[in-house]
């Protein structure tokens, strides 16, 4: 059984960073995509963030975090930098994983495993 365990969430400024991670175990990593998703307020859909596919063979992002975050992995560990946060990027940050050899996708039900999730704040 994969698990995934968040952490890296705080209260940040407006335009400042963070990095947040997902530990992962009972597997290999590379046996699985991995996605990114925020919440932003209880109730709200979840939204993908970034989604790295299996091996590394491509990561993609969502218009909104473009040019502003940045997802890596490394060993069984997967990374989200955050840069220039903004009020709007406030929520719980969740990783995910799929076992699978399909392209990324920000469809939450295509994933199988969760993590707890991380908080992020951005406030002045």
């Known amino acids: 059984q994969l698990q995934l365990v968040e952490s890296g969430g705080d209260l940040v400024q407006p335009g400042g960073s963070l990095k947040l991670s997902c530990a992962v175990s009972?597997?290999?990593?590379?046996?699985?995509?991995i996605g990114w998703f925020r919440q932003q307020a209880p109730g709200k859909a979840q939204e993908g963030v970034s989604?790295?596919?299996?091996?590394?063979?491509g990561t993609i992002y969502a218009d909104s975090t473009k040019g502003r975050f940045f997802m890596s992995r490394e060993e069984n560990t997967v990374f989200l930098q955050l840069s220039d946060l903004q009020p709007e990027d406030a929520g719980v940050y969740y990783c995910?994983?799929?076992?699978?050899?399909?392209?990324?996708?920000?469809?939450?039900?295509?994933?199988?495993?969760w993590g707890p999730g991380t908080q992020v704040t951005v406030s002045s």
């Open positions: 989604c790295i596919s299996r091996r590394g063979a």
């Open positions: 009972g597997n290999h990593l590379e046996h699985y995509n």
């Open positions: 995910a994983a799929v076992w699978s050899g399909n392209l990324c996708s920000f469809v939450p039900v295509h994933y199988d495993y």
